[in-house]
Structure formats: structure tokens, C-alpha cells
């Protein structure tokens, strides 16, 4: 074989990838087949929203991170089912339409504003699609979902009967979460906290006896809906008070005092504003204490007519307009500047309402127990992040509003009877349904006889869709062994909603954890530490990195930063990849420029340095291969290339140089039978990480004909042999020390030295032979 055929001087990426991705494509390697009895490995994918235009390193480090895993367990022997799914239906998808076209959907119809969230829809998948082929994720592409496909709303359907049927499921007219930009119910998880500047504001309220008391809120806008003023009860300022009454300024109305222990005696002035609603506490003790309902706010934000003169204001505007009349009427004692923590809407940053609406709910609130006990159940990695989903669950507080005041997104697969309300429920078989274009299958109501329905208008909250790939999956197989899942990949900011409601969802249906092990990774952030993010355009667009760089050098970069860890975007570390890449270029060709004459079928006697580099070899396969079962990627990453770079590159092959231009045939043998054995299974241990070079010298150099992507993992050769080189490091810190001599003295590494005198102790008896020949010197002495 000669090298100038089978090596160009340089690796082409660009050229290598594309015609990788083409062979792979074009021989369906990752296309799953099941026989039964396979050893399988199920991903369930996080489905990207496809409502973005922008994909950056951090989408990469995430989905790359996971399909190292992928590739390591595709060469482990697994049949690996690795659908793509796209979470297409919802919210960000509208969000994202509204503003590329700067359209309000309330102003076109529902079919043209749906006709051009599908049309955006398949842009954000093609989008995705492109950038995963070129990075090389393994994806089986003939089992791609969208959440908004008749199978998954199937599904979807499906799921919501069985809770319904369960009584997991339930509709009720409750105080819900809204978010007035968005004019849709969400529930718990849509919230994020946010620190925003406020005013303190000390207001006068009149009470029965003609004094007055004074209390402090951020809300003076929410007064046209208060129902009574609390203190606690060990609060000896206002114990007189609890059989007074006070009235509400500007607005007039009377309404108690009462106690509550949970009330702060040093906060503010010590008494609470309790209202119809303003907080959770707010609405914890309008149902402990079964206070009036006063209803204030509209879907879009603004007073209802309880405002009385301030009614159609904004609430920032009724804010303005009542503390100003607040002024005049010398009710507003003084203002203080605050910074204070607010619940706003993680889609559109708008602070979070609590308003009175019909909703469909599924219980978690009281099943605290269940969950913790279910998410212990599943494998962590990394173990901490188990911590995540607990705090979360303690921290519920309300059950999950599923139900959303949308347009595109899965109906609800429900009617209702317009004589008595019953709810009407399709039969299985008749899914997926869309209330609002079909009637029931039924001519009347089972209850009454009514023969008129009325379609459930509402659409699914996306993580209700979404949470139901785990069971998805055997669906889109068709393949009930794909259940429960082997591996949920994802960031820890969707732990508290997809894991969580995956959870829920599976345990509701099989009472089943849904997958055995969740691999959550950090965020991807830019070179000064900042979360990537569009808004801040802190970021070089995907595919002018991989364009730039080529995948593997993206690839390498994101074994940066191990699980559950955020990653800065660094040139240096992609920079390095590019290195590696080189490195075992150059290295392939030495040895397909050494390798003409070896003899693959006649035994050879190894030689010290051949048995230390197997070893090396054994206990690198070892620890790389612990590494990879316990998703520990970045660790295997490491001992990867600590073996390549330094055991096989710096040592090994200078160590042989002598041996393979030398006359000694089975010498020269031995050394060539070694570097086959430790390269192949070196490109076999940075595949998964690297997998377009690794394929390309593994066709090249070893002739196969089969992908290394579906080789069989290396496993430990333990050479047998009678050399005894437990002390072969001895005769290595030799030529430590001979290297470091010519270094600094400015001598090259391939001038040959009359003669050294050695500082190191070592056995020359043994090593002199191999020692003066590996670094050049006619005499070595001790």
C-alpha cells in the first residue's frame, strides 16, 4: 500500500464529512430493525422547538453530548432506536410566527394563522435536519415525529381520556396562572423569577371606630378587588381590630380583619392586603378561609368593571391612575423604591396574573410522595441533579393546567352537551379528533338526549404533548419492548417540566417510571460566560462553525464540560480538536507508509516496549469504556486522548522508529503488528466523539468495508507473555531525561549523541540496547 494512494498529504474535512454523510444516509446505517431477543437501546430525544431561525454551540454541546452516548452504545452491540422528534405545536411556534410577520393573530383568521405556523414549521425542521446531518448525529431520520402529526396527537388524545377516566384528569372554574401578553392559561413551570424595580406603597385605610391603619403593597391597583385585611394574631398592634371593619379607600367597600399565623409581623406594617389575587397567599387564604370572590382582572390585562372609573386601563395604567388619586385624596402616605422578585411568563417576560377561568387540571399537587418516590427510581447522571427535580416537586403548589386558550396546538378530544354539560368521550379507535371541524360520533347525549354538542375549543399545553414520548416511541415503531426507555437526554432547565411530566404522565398510564436513566447537561454560554442567547447575538451561527471548523472540531469542543456543566465557547478547545484530527492523520499516514510489508498472518515475539503499550492499551479500553456506561463522556474523552496523544504518539512510535527502518524483519514485525492493534483500537475509542475521521482512516488504513460506527467496541487483549517490564518506566524516564538534554540544549530529537551519562537509575542490562537506539546515542552510562 502506498501512502501517497491512500493518505493525501492533508485531511480535507470538508470533503471527508460530506462524503461520510452521504454513505451513512445512503446505506441507512442508523435505520432501526428489531428481531426479538436484540440487546436495545432506546433514546427518547428531547423534540426541539423548531421556532427559531437561529440554532448556536449551546443546541450542539447539548444534542452532541447525548449522541456520543448513542455511537458508544451502537458499537457496545446495542440495536439502537434514536428517533428525531420536533415539538412544533404551541405557544413559542405562535410566538415566533407573531412577530417574523408582525401579525396579530387576532386579526386573520385561525386558518391562516395556522397555514403559516405550519409553513414555519417545516423551515425550523429543515433547519434542524441540516445542522444535525452535518454535525453527525446518528439519528434514524425514518422515524421522525412532529408533536402536531396525526400519530403523536393520537397519542396525545389518547392519554387525556385515560387520565379523564382515571379522575387524574378534571375540569373546574379556578383562581389559574394567565399570562395577559399570550391571553392563555399556564401553569407552574411557564414561571421564572425576576428581579424588577418597584414602589413600596404605605396606604391609609379608614376603619369602624374612625382611626385608621396603614398598610404597604406593591399592588394599590388590585384595591377594587380586596376582601380583608390580615394580621397575626400574636401581633399585640392590632389585636383590638378583629371585630372592625375597614373600608377600602377610593373604592369604598367594607371588609374584615382576620388572623392568620402565617402572616409576617416585620413585614411592612404588619398587616396583609388580601385580594382576588394578587399572590399565592392571596389565594391561600381566600380558599382557607372561604373569603368573597371579587374577580378583577380581564384575559388581556386590564380592569374589569370592579375598577369602577379605572375600568379598560392597563394594570401598569390603573397603577399610575390610583395611586395618583391616592395623592390627592391624602391616602398615600409615603413610596419607597424596592427591588423585589417577580413571577413573570418565561416565553414573553410579562409578570404573571392570577384570573378566574374554566381549566382542565391534572393532580400533582397532593401526590408529592409518588413523584419523589418514581424519580428515585431512575438513574441520575449526573446524581446531583436528582436534587433539581426534588426541590421542584416540594415546591409544588398548584396541579398542572394542561389546557390552553391557542391556535395551533392538539385539541382536546372532547364536546360537551349543550343541555347538561356531560362531556363526550371518542372511542379509540376514532382518534385523532379535532372537535372544532367534527361532530361526535354519537346522535345524543347519553345522559339527557340532546342531540346538540359544542366542541371543546381549547388546545393541549405543549409539555402535555410532548411528556408523552416515552410511550410515543413504541407507537412510532410499533414496538411495545421500546417502553420503558433506556435513556432521556436533556438541559436541567426542563427537568421540572418534560422530565417531571413524563413522569406524571407514565406513571399515571403504567405505573411506570418512563425511562431508566435521564443525562441532563448544562447551557452552552460565550466566551465571557454569558448564557448564548439570540436577543444578546452572542453567538457564531451553527453552521458557520461547522463550516469553518468541521464537525469533529465542534464535536471534540463539546466533550468541554461534563454532565449537568455549562460550557463556554472557546476557539482554543475547538482549535484543539482540529489538532487531534491532524494528529491522527499524521499518524495514520506513518503507518500506512510502514506498513506495506507486514505479514497480518505470522506470529511475532513482542518486544518490552510492544507488552508496555498493550498494557497502556488495556487500561485505557478499561477505564474508557467504565466511563462511557456511566455517561461520563468528557472522562473517557480524556484517557482517550492521554493514550493517543502521549502513550502511542510521543512515546510508542519514536520508540519503534529504529525497529521499522531497521534490517531486523521480526522485530520490525512485532513493532507492526503492535501499532495495528493499538490504532484500530484507538479509532475505535474516538469514534463516537470523532466520527468522520475516525471512518475515513478506518476505510482507508484497514481496508473495511463496513462502517466503524457498527464495529464492536475493543475490548482488553491481556498479552500474554514472559517479559517482566514492571520496571519499563524506568527505561521511559530515561529517555525523559535524554529528550530534555537535547531540548535545551537546542540538540534536535534525531541528532544522534556519542555518548550520555545517565542521572536516572535503570537497568542498562536490560534497557540499554532499546534506550540508546529510541533516542539516538551511540553510549549511554550510568
Known amino acids: 500500500m502506498k501512502t501517497e494512494e491512500a493518505l493525501p498529504k492533508n485531511y480535507d474535512f470538508k470533503i471527508s464529512e460530506e462524503k461520510w454523510r452521504k454513505s451513512w444516509e445512503d446505506n441507512k446505517l442508523f435505520e432501526f430493525s428489531y428481531n426479538k431477543g436484540d440487546k436495545l437501546f432506546v433514546v427518547d430525544t428531547p423534540p426541539p422547538y423548531v421556532s427559531a431561525d437561529h440554532l448556536h454551540a449551546g443546541h450542539i454541546m447539548s444534542y452532541a453530548q447525548a449522541e456520543f452516548i448513542v455511537r458508544y452504545k451502537r458499537m457496545q452491540g446495542f440495536n439502537v432506536f434514536y428517533p428525531m422528534g420536533f415539538d412544533d405545536n404551541g405557544l413559542p411556534t405562535e410566538r415566533f410566527v407573531e412577530k417574523k410577520y408582525k401579525i396579530n393573530k387576532a386579526k386573520i383568521t385561525k386558518k391562516e394563522f395556522i397555514d403559516l405556523c405550519l409553513k414555519e414549521t417545516e423551515k425550523g425542521i429543515e433547519t434542524y435536519k441540516n445542522l444535525w446531518n452535518k454535525l453527525g448525529i446518528s439519528v434514524d431520520w425514518s422515524k421522525t415525529y412532529s408533536t402536531i402529526a396525526p400519530l403523536p396527537t393520537k397519542v396525545s388524545q389518547w392519554s387525556l381520556i385515560d387520565l379523564y377516566k382515571k379522575g387524574a384528569l378534571y375540569r373546574q372554574e379556578l383562581p389559574i396562572l394567565w399570562c395577559p401578553t399570550c391571553g392563555t392559561a399556564i401553569s407552574q413551570s411557564d414561571m421564572e423569577d425576576k428581579e424588577k ?42 389585636k383590638e381590630l378583629i371585630n372592625k371593619k375597614a373600608v377600602v379607600p377610593l373604592f369604598n367597600h367594607e371588609i374584615n380583619f382576620k388572623t392568620s399565623k402565617e402572616v409576617d409581623k416585620e413585614k411592612g406594617t404588619g398587616l396583609m392586603m388580601v385580594c382576588t389575587w394578587g399572590d399565592q397567599e392571596d389565594l391561600e387564604k381566600w380558599r382557607l378561609d372561604n373569603l368573597e370572590t371579587k374577580s378583577l382582572l380581564t384575559p388581556d390585562g386590564k380592569l374589569n368593571e370592579l375598577g369602577g372609573k379605572y375600568q379598560g386601563l392597563t394594570i401598569e395604567k390603573a397603577r399610575e391612575e390610583i395611586i395618583n388619586d391616592l395623592q390627592k385624596q391624602g391616602l398615600l402616605i ?22 378566574l377561568s374554566k381549566q382542565w387540571f391534572i393532580k400533582i399537587a397532593d401526590l408529592k410522595d409518588k413523584w419523589l418516590e418514581m424519580g428515585k427510581k431512575i438513574n441520575w447522571h449526573p446524581k446531583h441533579m436528582y436534587q433539581a427535580y426534588e426541590i421542584w416537586i416540594n415546591s409544588l ?75 410515543l416511541l413504541k407507537e412510532l415503531a410499533n414496538n411495545e419492548d421500546l417502553f420503558p426507555v433506556d435513556l432521556r437526554p436533556n438541559a436541567h432547565e426542563i427537568i421540572r417540566t418534560w422530565d417531571f411530566y413524563s413522569i406524571v404522565k407514565s406513571v399515571y398510564h403504567f405505573n411506570e417510571v418512563p425511562f431508566k436513566n435521564i443525562m441532563v447537561s448544562g447551557h452552552g454560554l460565550d466566551e465571557q460566560g454569558k448564557k448564548i442567547s439570540k436577543r444578546l447575538g452572542n453567538y457564531v451561527p451553527s453552521d458557520k462553525l461547522v463550516e469553518e471548523w468541521g464537525a469533529d472540531a465542534i464535536r471534540y469542543w463539546a466533550t468541554g464540560a461534563g454532565l449537568g456543566q455549562n460550557l463556554r465557547f472557546n476557539p482554543i478547545e475547538i482549535k484543539k480538536g482540529k489538532q487531534i484530527t491532524t494528529k491522527l492523520w499524521n499518524v495514520a499516514k506513518f503507518i ?49 486522548e492521554e493514550f493517543f496523544m502521549s502513550k502511542l504518539a510521543d512515546y510508542y512510535i519514536e520508540f519503534i522508529k529504529y525497529r521499522l527502518y531497521g534490517d531486523n524483519k521480526s522485530s520490525k514485525g512485532a513493532a507492526q503488528y503492535t501499532l ?55 527505561a521511559i524516564s530515561a529517555i525523559d531525561e535524554v529528550r530534555k538534554y537535547k531540548s535545551e540544549n537546542q540538540i534536535s530529537l534525531g541528532a544522534e549523541l556519542k555518548e550520555y551519562k545517565l542521572n536516572t537509575k535503570v537497568d542498562l542490562n536490560k534497557y540499554g540496547e532499546f534506550i540508546e537506539k529510541a533516542i539516538r546515542v551511540k553510549k549511554i552510562n550510568c
Not at 427 to 437: A, F, G
Not at 614 to 632: C, V
Not at 704 to 716: A, D, G, L, R
Open 197 to 238: 424595580t418597584s414602589k413600596m406603597n404605605y396606604i391609609s385605610f379608614p376603619i369602624s371606630n374612625g382611626e385608621s391603619v396603614i398598610i404597604a403593597t406593591t399592588r394599590p391597583e388590585l384595591l377594587p378587588a380586596c376582601v380583608a385585611l390580615y394580621f397575626n394574631p400574636e401581633d399585640e398592634r392590632y
Open 676 to 730: 495495528n492493534c493499538i490504532f484500530i483500537d484507538t479509532l475505535k475509542m474516538f469514534a463516537p466523539i470523532l466520527p468522520f475521521i475516525t471512518e475515513e482512516i478506518y476505510s482507508i488504513i484497514f481496508k473495511k468495508q463496513k462502517s466503524i460506527h457498527i464495529s464492536k467496541w475493543p475490548t482488553t487483549k491481556e498479552t500474554k507473555t514472559d517479559l517482566d517490564i514492571s520496571d519499563f518506566k524506568e
Open 334 to 355: 409615603r413610596q419607597e423604591d424596592i427591588i423585589h422578585s417577580v413571577n413573570v411568563h418565561e416565553r414573553c417576560d410579562t409578570p404573571v396574573e392570577l384570573i
Open 592 to 640: 500506512a507508509m510502514n506498513m506495506e510489508d507486514f505479514d497480518t498472518n505470522k506470529e511475532y515475539t513482542l518486544e518490552p516496549s510492544d507488552v508496555w503499550i498493550l498494557n497502556e492499551l488495556d487500561e485505557t479500553i478499561k477505564k474508557a469504556t467504565e466511563y462511557f456506561d456511566s455517561y461520563q463522556y468528557a472522562k473517557a474523552k480524556n484517557e482517550i
Open 397 to 471: 403548589k398548584w396541579d398542572w393546567c394542561v389546557s390552553r386558550q391557542r391556535y395551533y396546538g392538539v385539541p382536546f378530544p372532547f364536546w360537551y352537551c349543550k343541555e347538561c354539560g356531560e362531556i363526550i368521550i371518542p372511542e379509540e379507535k376514532d382518534l385523532p379528533v379535532s372537535p372544532t371541524e367534527q361532530k361526535p360520533k354519537i346522535s345524543k347525549c347519553p345522559k339527557c338526549g340532546s342531540t346538540e354538542f359544542i366542541p371543546e375549543t381549547d388546545v393541549m399545553d405543549t409539555w402535555a404533548t410532548s411528556s408523552c414520548t416515552p410511550f
